[in-house]
């Protein structure tokens, strides 16, 4: 049987990346031959994948209430992978579709590209969160939830860590202790800085005012990776990267609306939603439920308390003002 030039081709291509990397391509070739086709429920690990719900309950909502935050810390992962190749400064990809490699200079089309990916999946999110609005009984949600104290969703690392990548760290400072930050950010700064992150506030017990058991479990366990990781986005986070750009691309509309959509998308409407959640699950005319941390979310969720923005450059005072109030408004109203 004659080969076709395409096949061949091929082959001389292989010949020359195993030659380069000093390995025998025919040994490789050999283990083509004996390895069994891929499937797709080994690739995906499906099998591993649903046995990775255990409940604390025999509440079945509870199940409901596991796998929509695996979902979630799978969209957190993606997001964070468009944030690194944005870091990292672009892969550069040939017309035949093969990699060259990186490029030291940002292009501002694979800027736009890689943030209205991670948009899609926070909209995505955002969207689907009606899951936790309005799929599971309030009954079971609030019986099941007693067994899962003092695990919090406040405790997730990777939404810490989106927040890292997508913005200078004084932007995620308190808003009390912004001004205490105001010069050139330094890895020391970013030591300091890290006591006052505005999340802290938020997991404090609502009547002593003491640091709940779950901010002490995640700084234990967290605190010194997120430190590090800010000290390695200290020059390469989305904001500084905008920064980087020359004036005629910090000017792209198109880019300036992403920068803009990202931030509405992570400050505004995913913490709302979660907002929504707690209003419909939490409050009822009497007292408010505390969540399972103990966190006070009545002010740690809205928007309009926190003055989080990414991007304070891409929006007017009046904007800023008025961060995230109308949405809050009208889950009060609906209420």
Request: net charge neutral.
């Amino acid at each position: 049987m004659k080969l076709d030039k395409g096949i061949t081709d091929r082959i001389e291509k292989l010949q020359d990346k195993y030659a380069t990397m000093g390995q025998d391509m025919e040994s490789y070739l050999d283990g083509l031959l004996y390895s069994d086709p891929l499937n797709y429920w080994d690739y995906i690990h499906t099998d591993t994948l649903l046995s990775l719900q255990t409940p604390r309950t025999d509440f079945p909502d509870e199940q409901i209430f596991i796998m929509y935050h695996q979902i979630t810390e799978l969209y957190f992962r993606l997001s964070l992978l468009e944030m690194e190749q944005i870091g990292d400064n672009g892969k550069i990809v040939l017309d035949n579709g093969e990699f060259k490699g990186w490029n030291e200079k940002l292009d501002v089309k694979f800027f736009i590209a890689r943030l209205n990916r991670i948009n899609k999946y926070f909209e995505s999110l955002t969207q689907s969160f009606e899951i936790m609005v309005q799929g599971m009984e309030k009954r079971q949600f609030l019986r099941f939830r007693m067994a899962l104290l003092p695990a919090s969703g406040f405790q997730s690392a990777q939404y810490r860590m989106l927040e890292i990548c997508a913005t200078s760290f004084n932007n995620i400072v308190d808003k009390n202790h912004r001004d205490k930050f105001s010069g050139a950010i330094t890895d020391s700064s970013i030591e300091e800085m890290f006591n006052y992150s505005y999340w802290k506030q938020g997991a404090v017990e609502t009547k002593t005012g003491q640091k709940t058991l779950t901010l002490k479990q995640f700084e234990k366990k967290y605190s010194k990776q997120l430190v590090a990781l800010a000290k390695k986005y200290r020059t390469k986070n989305l904001s500084v990267k905008f920064r980087q750009l020359s004036d005629k691309d910090q000017n792209n509309e198109e880019l300036k609306n992403q920068l803009r959509q990202l931030d509405i998308n992570i400050n505004i409407n995913w913490p709302l939603a979660h907002y929504k959640s707690a209003v419909r699950y939490l409050q009822n005319t009497e007292d408010d439920v505390p969540a399972t941390g103990g966190t006070n979310w009545q002010k740690y969720l809205p928007p309009r308390f926190q003055q989080r923005i990414f991007y304070p450059e891409l929006w007017s005072e009046k904007e800023i003002e008025n961060w995230g109030k109308a949405w809050v408004d009208s889950v009060i109203e609906k209420k």
